[in-house]
């Protein structure tokens, strides 16, 4: 027997019993009527308590108590405390999702079955130009008005990307974009954005470097191979003869040049940057760009006047070998492209805080303004056929931004057209130190 039977069974008792004792057989009938209505009228408070709790649909305030109906508010309650955990749960699970949006590296934006947009996070609004309170609720194609994204968003099929230009792209500064659209829901549209100009401009720079490479090969492979055949089918004299031999060690001499140069960069690029172990003093970083830049001038038959100030008494930590290569490029460049009767000057001086800055000066031709940016790219030349008559293999420049970046310092280029250049590394703190005993004779030291 259930408690709920039970229940009922004992108030027809009780009133059945106090019935009998009041009045007999007629009493016992009336008490257990009297009985089985009180039981009833309990039940129905009971029953009416449980049902206005759950239609307040609230946690709190559910009704205690035994019996059938408390247990079924103790039922109750504990469903609803599962299902506010479920909710609290997915609430946080939903806040969590957005945050990931709208902190996204991405652009999202979400667009209705109309084609109108619905909501966008910050990356969204910076890639496509978006603003909240003139933008919301607008068709996404007349807001990205490029043709290749709008054929791309009628068509319909989104199994790729579509690369465009960003709004906001311009000649002097180019933005490129990757939009990939993905249909959801009835009809909606999840529309991702991400920035590919770096990857746009890394792939330009592997074609434009493979293509250099390779013209810079051909060009003396061309000259050696001309040679070789002319000296194969000619009857030459020993002079001729003589000058075509000098010729082709120039260009393979050359050759040699620009693999040394690109096996330095492919180290550089591939290596950790150097410790703090190995020192050499300022002093003999000079001595030896001195005597190299003098012997280039007497090569090239230029008069220049080459000034190297007297370094102060510190020590630079790295690669010994590295610093000297990139002071040595500097150097090199100034006496090439500097006219016989100017200067070349290059000093070592104490900056703020601790830094050391390398500076070398000409009184060249002078860089315009829209070429120092890119003046440390790959190849890159303001004027071809008078570098290759300078000799250089136009990787100069790289090797020393690469050399000053894993050394924690920086280059610094200044020019004006027809004035000269500077050129500064400036090294880190960290990268310098007062000169030991043992530096100070010039060689390097390892600590």
């Known amino acids: 027997m259930t408690p709920r039977a ?3 069974l004992l ?3 009780g009133g059945g019993g106090a019935g009998w004792l009041v009045d007999a057989w007629p009493g016992a009938a009336l008490g257990v009527a009297l009985g089985a209505a009180l039981w009833f009228a309990l039940d129905a408070v009971a029953a009416a308590r449980v049902l206005r709790w759950l239609e307040a649909g609230q946690l709190r305030g559910a009704p205690t108590g035994g019996g059938w109906w408390g247990r079924l508010a103790a039922r109750a309650r504990r469903g609803l405390a599962t299902r506010e955990e479920r909710a609290e749960d997915a609430e946080r699970r939903l806040h969590a ?3 990931a949006i709208r902190n996204s590296p991405n652009g999202v934006v979400l667009v209705d079955a109309r084609g109108c947009i619905e909501w966008f996070n910050q990356t969204a ?10 933008d919301l609720r607008q068709h996404v194609t007349h807001l990205l008005r490029d043709p290749r994204f709008t054929e791309y968003y009628h068509a319909g099929h989104y199994a790729g990307d579509v690369a465009i230009d960003a709004p906001a792209s311009s000649a002097s500064r180019p933005r490129r974009l990757a939009v990939h659209v993905h249909p959801y829901g009835e009809g909606r549209r999840l529309l991702l954005s991400r920035d590919v100009t770096a990857l746009e401009q890394a792939e330009t720079m592997r074609r434009d470097f493979v293509a250099n490479v390779s013209h810079e090969i051909r060009t003396p492979l061309t ?4 040679f070789v055949e002319t000296l194969q089918t000619l009857e030459l004299s020993r002079e001729e003869r003589d000058r075509y031999l000098g010729m082709m060690a120039q260009q393979t001499q050359r050759m040699q040049m620009l693999v040394a140069d690109l096996l330095t960069l492919s180290r550089l690029e591939g290596s950790p940057p150097p410790g703090e172990g190995e020192w050499i003093a300022l002093q003999a970083l000079l001595a030896q760009c001195e005597q190299d830049a003098r012997a280039l001038a007497a090569a090239q038959g230029k008069a220049l006047r080459l000034g190297f100030a007297p370094a102060p008494p510190l020590a630079l930590g790295g690669a010994p070998g590295e610093l000297q290569s990139a002071l040595s490029n500097l ?5 090439r492209y500097t006219p016989s009767g100017g200067a070349v000057e290059v000093q070592a001086e104490a900056g703020e805080g601790g830094r050391v800055v390398l500076s070398v000066r000409d009184t060249g031709p002078g860089i315009a303004p829209e070429h120092l940016p890119r003046l440390t790219e790959r190849f890159y030349r303001l004027d071809r ?3 290759r008559e300078t000799g250089g293999t136009g ?3 790289a090797i020393v931004k690469h050399v000053v970046q894993r050394h924690g310092g920086e280059l610094r280029i200044a020019s004006t057209p027809g004035q000269g250049s500077t050129f500064a590394i400036v090294l880190p703190a960290a990268r310098v130190r007062a000169v030991p005993a043992e530096v100070q004779a010039g060689t390097a030291m390892r600590v």
């Open 97 to 99: 999702f957005l945050d």
């Open 11 to 13: 108030f027809l008792g």
């Open 395 to 397: 990787l100069g420049l």
């Open 223 to 226: 000259v050696l191979s001309g």
């Open 385 to 387: 056929s008078r570098s």
């Open 331 to 335: 150097v090199s460049n100034a006496v």
């Open 125 to 134: 609004a910076s890639h496509l130009g978006l603003e909240l309170q003139r």
């Open 6 to 8: 039970f229940g009922f």
